[in-house]
């Protein structure tokens, strides 16, 4: 270069006109970037902020000032600068590499204890390369200066650096890794933060439990959905030993198919897990992909068994204490039976008053929890319906696949109708919408209600055949607005 571009003249002009320029050219890429929304906005900004004035700092010492590599100003200036490049190279490979980055890919998987762990290393290394190249400092020397004191200092320090090495030892084999549903000791939660202390748990009640790696590592952990999503929550229930043990599988087994959130497969599973002195223990296990929700699903499904025992009869013995004594009867659960005061609910259809029936048998209340299905589409009906208390919903399944509400029908008004025919199936799913109790009659009382009250059998036949009419304009794909009384 000749020695007229060497002056501090020319250094001084060269950098009042670049430093500029190009201030401003990397705000306007940095800008461009950002509205972009890409990750490198970050490094670009960087680079204007720090990087870029450190050099100006550097060439106006050196070149314009005129001062030597040597001098402190000079060595401080340079290791701010060095400093900055390590930064801006840190975060320039943090935004290709790993902002952005797509689900499944490794970039996304890695633990962020092991970026921090290399962001550390690199910049330590670059830190050891600035005092031996810019401040003249022997390696070999600090490094034995470091160990004498780092005996003491580790000392002091043992726990925080059990934690490090226990976190760096999890990261390795990864038992456990950002959603999964862990339980460590008595705390059941959601791990929402994995560093290089502790792990943090968000359990349901939305408390935040802290974990020291130590604990993790030197104890025992349940992982529930690390392997997979897939869980089986197992409850055990109780019955009589009167009870047939087929008879209640088969229960517990359409329970556990009718409950939200249980998979079909895996199929759920029954088991006879023990005798005990008055009654036999069942356990029961109810697959789910949600295991945020296990606690809801396991109320849900000892509801429906609480209701199916009693509509079949089944018995829940109580437990029995030795500091409490409970009557224990060797009776049957049986359902309740009616009263003629119960057809009193069904003024309109004639069944009350000096004009109803006489003593009816074969009729039978039953209960059905809320949401639950009382009759499902193409079943074989059991009796007439008779809603004494509750509402519920009509639905049929549309060509799609998807069920749509045909009518509702309230306390007074039946359903099942079709059970007059022999073997005929049902042309609606019904579902209860609230607490149901329905008196069941079977064919042969449904029979002597028509033959002794002639307004009864009008006006089941005429339900009949606005129901038959309603469902052949519905399967025609006419839009037909549900009624919520008759249906």
């Not at 401040?135 to 004191?149: F, Y």
Request: charged share 20%; aromatic share 8%.
């Amino acid at each position: 270069m000749p020695e007229d571009l060497e002056t501090p003249f020319f250094w001084a002009l060269a950098l009042a006109i670049a430093f500029p320029v190009v201030s401003v050219t990397l705000a306007e890429v940095a800008l461009r970037l950002q509205r972009a929304g890409r990750p490198l906005a970050a490094p670009v900004g960087l680079v204007r902020d720090l990087i870029l004035p450190a050099l100006a700092a550097l060439v106006l010492l050196t070149k314009v000032i005129g001062w030597q590599f040597a001098a402190t100003p000079v060595r401080l200036v340079q290791t701010v600068f060095w400093l900055f490049v390590v930064n801006a190279a840190l975060s320039f490979l943090n935004a290709v590499l790993f902002a952005g980055a797509r689900k499944g890919t490794w970039q996304e998987k890695m633990p962020r204890l092991f970026v921090d762990m290399t962001r550390g290393l690199i910049v330590l290394i670059c830190l050891a390369v600035v005092l031996s190249v810019v401040w003249g400092q022997d390696l070999g020397k600090m490094v034995a200066a470091l160990g004498v004191g780092s005996l003491v200092f580790g000392l002091a320090l043992q726990e925080p650096v059990g934690n490090f090495f226990n976190g760096i030892m999890l990261m390795m084999e990864r038992p456990i890794g950002l959603g999964d549903w862990v339980k460590i000791g008595d705390n059941v939660g959601k791990v929402v933060e994995s560093n290089w202390r502790s792990v943090h748990l968000r359990t349901r009640d939305n408390n935040l439990v802290v974990v020291p790696n130590s604990m993790l590592a030197k104890g025992m952990f349940i992982n529930f959905t690390g392997s997979s999503p897939l869980h089986k929550e197992s409850v055990r229930l109780h019955f009589s030993c009167d009870d047939p043990p087929n008879k209640v599988k088969l229960v517990l087994l359409e329970a556990a198919r009718r409950t939200s959130g249980v998979v079909s497969d895996p199929p759920p599973k029954v088991r006879l897990h023990d005798f005990g002195e008055s009654r036999i223990e069942y356990e029961v296990k109810l697959p789910t992909l949600d295991f945020a929700n296990v606690k809801d699903l396991a109320d849900e499904f000892r509801t429906l068994v609480w209701y199916a025992a009693r509509r079949e009869g089944l018995t829940m013995p109580y437990p029995i204490h030795t500091h409490l004594v409970v009557p224990q009867s060797t009776d049957k659960l049986e359902e309740p039976s009616f009263s003629p005061d119960t057809l009193n609910a069904f003024p309109h259809l004639g069944l009350s008053g000096a004009d109803g029936p006489g003593n009816l048998s074969g009729g039978t209340l039953r209960q059905y929890a809320r949401g639950e299905q009382v009759v499902k589409e193409g079943q074989r009906l059991h009796g007439l319906h008779l809603i004494v208390a509750g509402k519920v919903v009509l639905s049929a399944s549309n060509g799609a696949g998807h069920d749509v509400e045909i009518a509702r029908l309230e306390r007074g008004e039946f359903f099942g109708e079709k059970s007059i025919l022999a073997s005929a199936p049902s042309d609606a799913t019904v579902t209860a919408l609230e607490d149901l109790e329905v008196l069941v009659l079977d064919s042969a009382s449904v029979s002597k209600l028509i033959e002794q009250t002639p307004y009864f059998s009008q006006q089941i036949g005429g339900v009949m055949e606005s129901r038959r009419r309603a469902l052949q304009k519905f399967r025609a794909g006419q839009y037909l607005p549900p009624d919520r009384r008759r249906g």
